[in-house]
């Protein structure tokens, strides 16, 4: 149980950076909230469940928790860990609330890969953190300094390692698309997936994931006048859902039109429009 919790916990917190880094952020509050939570929620969870004996032996450590000092500690901790757990617990099941609700205002959503095994991550993770924080835990002031402090730099070096990770990746897909657009219509890539969007000849599931997707990606300016004209203001795709390989994908054209407009740093690559 606990080892599965860690786990989940590590990877929903990967899985929503990487999210955050090809989709955005939701302008919507309660959706900021939801992914503040997503990445706070699991943080806490792992500071608390990652809180045992096996994982604070380190040489010397077990000899000065014998000490008086080191049994005062935790007598302190253990007064102080009710409350952190009752916290963890508030906010996982908020969390659990949230996803619920976010799963409920998403449909019809468009189908994207990784979509029903995020939401199943988001629910089943807190599931599982709440019944492996449950046990309360006797550990010293200065281990539970070491675990968060590990954790911490932990996060950080895996975020500062996604953030590089889908830049590199994104930029790999880019110019596999400009190539293609290319192929049909040599050129200025903005001008060559503009073309490849027009070209009726082209399916409309690869005009969408090949010209749109990329154009947005770009951050193509020229694009913007093309994009609104196709645009029915349809920001969950609602009117395309199940025909992608007969319209346009509109959750694809909002996605494009919106990174365009925002300029996210993480995910453009205008430097490629050439």
């Known amino acids: 149980m606990k080892t599965a919790a860690i786990l989940c916990n590590i ?11 090809t989709e955005g952020i939701s302008g919507d509050p309660v959706y900021i909230v939801l992914t503040v939570m997503l990445l706070l929620v699991p943080v806490l969870n792992l500071f608390l469940i990652s809180g045992s004996r096996k994982i604070l032996d380190f040489p010397g450590l077990k000899a000065k928790k014998k000490t008086a000092e080191g049994k005062t500690e935790i007598k302190n901790v253990q007064s102080a860990y009710p ?27 468009p189908p994207e890969p990784g979509v029903f095994i995020y939401a199943f991550l988001v629910i089943l993770t807190p599931v599982l953190s709440l019944a492996a924080i449950m046990v309360n835990r006797n550990i010293t002031v200065k281990s ?29 897909d880019i110019r596999e698309n400009i190539d293609i657009a290319r192929k049909q219509h040599p050129g200025v890539a903005e001008d060559a997936l503009i073309a490849y969007l027009y070209n009726e000849n082209n399916s409309a599931s690869d005009r969408s994931s090949i010209a749109i997707w990329t154009l947005g990606q770009i951050r193509s300016k020229k694009a913007l006048p093309v994009l609104y004209a196709l645009y029915k203001d349809d920001p969950k795709g609602e009117t395309c859902m199940g025909k992608h390989n007969t319209v346009l994908c509109q959750h694809t054209i909002y996605k494009a039109i919106d990174a365009i407009e925002h300029n996210y740093w993480w995910t453009a690559h205008p430097g490629l429009n050439k």
Do not use: E, S, Y
């Open 144 to 172: 539970m300094k070491r675990i968060f402090t590990i954790i911490l730099i932990g996060f950080i070096v895996l975020f500062c390692c996604f953030i590089l990770a889908v830049r590199i990746w994104i930029g790999r």
């Open 83 to 109: 409350v952190m757990n009752v916290v963890a617990v508030i906010l996982n099941l908020a969390l659990l609330v949230l996803a619920f609700w976010a799963l409920a205002d998403q449909t019809p959503h």
């Open 11 to 21: 990877i929903l917190f990967l899985f929503t950076c990487f999210l955050l880094l």
